[in-house]
């Protein structure tokens, strides 16, 4: 079945990138998609990238795609206090009984 | 513009009573979601509607959980009677159309507790 892995935690200085990274099973997913999720508040879209693309760029944000190895990775370049949330991973897909799945989020640290 | 708004925020209730959560989307997007997500994991879909039609249900509980969305606006989400294992948030979502392309724009969340 399908599957979204992410590790749990991140920690990172105040200026310093961060890499939070993905692996998802489903071969035909169409798109992948970073949600940034801050403490008591709903899921706010970062960005998605196409499933035939290697790389996004937007703002401080990169998106890397690997499709042979199924891994998604999300860096946030000169990251910032306020960049500090869970940070989920999904895919979606048109394949099987299931539309958007989502990982288990990374739950970024940023010191000052 | 106005985001998705849901209510209440909070809810505690003792197992096998029921309860029901309201969302009302963005103005005008024809679909809507209802997310479960369980304390550290992340959101798993539970019911997607296209204006007042199922698109999917598959991973809705039908013996517990009913959802509707009558005139293709607002939608209620209602669990009855509930498990300890229904505790989360509930999470709703709208987008503009159906496509996988489209934004999904998530509400605050409903936080469920089961004693």
């Known amino acids: 079945g399908e599957d979204v892995e992410q590790s749990l935690f991140l920690s990172v200085r105040e200026g310093d990138s961060s890499v939070i990274n993905c692996t998802y099973t489903d071969s035909s997913s169409t798109y992948l998609y970073w949600y940034k999720q801050e403490p008591g508040a709903g899921l706010q879209l970062l960005t998605y990238i196409f499933s035939n693309m290697d790389m996004k760029q937007d703002q401080r944000l990169t998106v890397l795609l690997n499709k042979k190895d199924k891994h998604l990775s999300l860096r946030i370049a000169d990251t910032q206090t306020g960049d500090s949330a869970i940070y989920f991973c999904?895919?979606?897909?048109?394949?099987?009984?299931?539309?958007?799945?989502f990982g288990t989020g990374t739950r970024l640290k940023v010191l000052a | 513009e106005a985001g998705v708004a849901q209510s209440p925020r909070y809810k505690i209730i003792e197992k096998r009573q029921s309860v029901a959560f309201w969302c009302n989307p963005i103005?005008?997007?024809?679909?809507l979601y209802w997310y479960q997500q369980i304390l550290g994991q992340g959101p798993k879909l539970l019911i997607q509607f296209q204006n007042n039609g199922v698109v999917d249900d598959s991973q809705l509980p039908k013996d517990r959980f009913s959802a509707e969305r009558l005139k293709g606006v607002d939608s209620t989400l209602k669990i009855q009677p509930a498990k300890l294992e229904d505790s989360a948030v509930y999470l709703c979502a709208s987008s503009l159309g159906e496509g996988l392309q489209e934004t999904q724009y998530f509400g605050p969340g409903t936080r469920l507790l089961v004693l």
């Open positions: 999904a895919e979606s897909t048109t394949s099987g009984t299931y539309k958007y799945i």
């Open positions: 103005s005008g997007h024809a679909t």
